[in-house]
């Protein structure tokens, strides 16, 4: 691959997976918890902090990066590893392991960010009022170091030299991904308070989203001149959201505390296999 390329994690926008919203709750009510069921959940589809939190803090990096010089539109590999993008090399040789997070906040020039931020908002808007903040942040952060770790296994990038970083990652794309492979299975619920033929039509627009990008990543494959999209950071991305979303499930419509204690048993879980998978890739390629 060419040093001048990067794999820039760019999904299309989603597929009208806006949220309904119901007008707001009386001054009295009681708003239930991530994961309780009640037939006014709906009316908290905008209330969505950590999602809000997570594309502010995008978007702050981007201008953080124009500020200090770097392009908007055709940042350099050196400046975007600067910043924090990944590079297989660097993380398995020199054991910049920090680059696995801090890639998902790092984008290659405002296209890039425009639309990772406008899929992240409206994935965020329908999956936040199910996770809680606190639960959207970690699938953003879980999954987002998931697809990564994919990519560097694919595309190790190895041994360092004169024609090292030739693979850079950077996007949150990966973690959007996973927050429609956690939606995909939540959606699945009767669980949830709203009616089936609503379910179906969110979980249907998750689904499009998610194989419409995958086709858009694929194809970009078959055209050498254009930008590579990390299509391995993608899968990692929503297979790990598939394989949060399965714990909880049956949670779905518990009591706060119940399904907090399963998010807990969930994400614990994602860490302790992700540790495991990451020493399998530096054992494997050292």
């Known amino acids: 691959m060419d040093s001048n390329w990067t794999n820039g994690r760019t999904p299309n926008r989603p597929v009208s997976v806006q949220p309904e919203i119901l007008p707001p709750l009386a001054a009295d009510a009681t708003i239930p918890g ?5 037939p006014r959940t709906r009316g908290r589809w905008a209330v969505a902090p950590a999602t809000y939190v997570l594309v502010g803090i995008n978007i702050a990096v981007f201008l953080l990066m124009a500020f200090s010089g770097v392009s908007t539109t055709s940042p350099t590999v050196l400046q975007l590893l600067q910043w924090g993008a990944d590079n297989g090399g660097l993380v398995l040789q020199y054991g910049e392991w920090w680059r696995l997070v801090t890639a998902t906040f790092v984008h290659v020039g405002v296209i890039h960010l425009a639309t990772n931020m406008w899929c992240l908002w409206n994935l965020g808007l329908l999956g936040e009022p199910l ?3 606190i639960g959207t942040i ?3 952060l879980l999954t987002g170091v998931a697809g990564n770790l994919l990519s560097i ?3 190790p990038d190895l041994p360092l030299g004169p024609q090292s970083h030739s693979v850079v990652g950077a996007g949150a794309s990966g973690a959007v991904f996973g927050i429609a492979g956690v939606l995909i299975v939540l959606l699945k619920s009767k669980l949830l308070p709203i009616p089936e033929y609503e379910l179906k039509r969110l979980r249907k627009s998750v689904i499009y989203f998610a194989a419409l990008n995958f086709i858009i990543g694929a194809s970009t494959l078959l055209v050498p001149s254009l930008i590579r999209i990390d299509n391995m950071a993608h899968l990692g991305g929503f297979l790990s959201g598939l394989a949060l979303g399965v714990p909880l499930v049956p949670r779905i419509g518990s009591r706060r505390v ?6 807990w048993l969930s994400f614990g879980g994602g860490v302790f296999l992700l540790a495991l998978i990451a020493y399998g890739i530096y054992s494997f390629h050292r």
């Open 34 to 38: 991530p994961g309780e069921a009640s």
């Open 153 to 155: 296994a694919v595309n």
């Open 138 to 140: 970690a699938v953003y």
């Open 131 to 133: 996770l809680g903040p």
């Open 258 to 263: 119940e399904f907090t204690r399963r998010q």
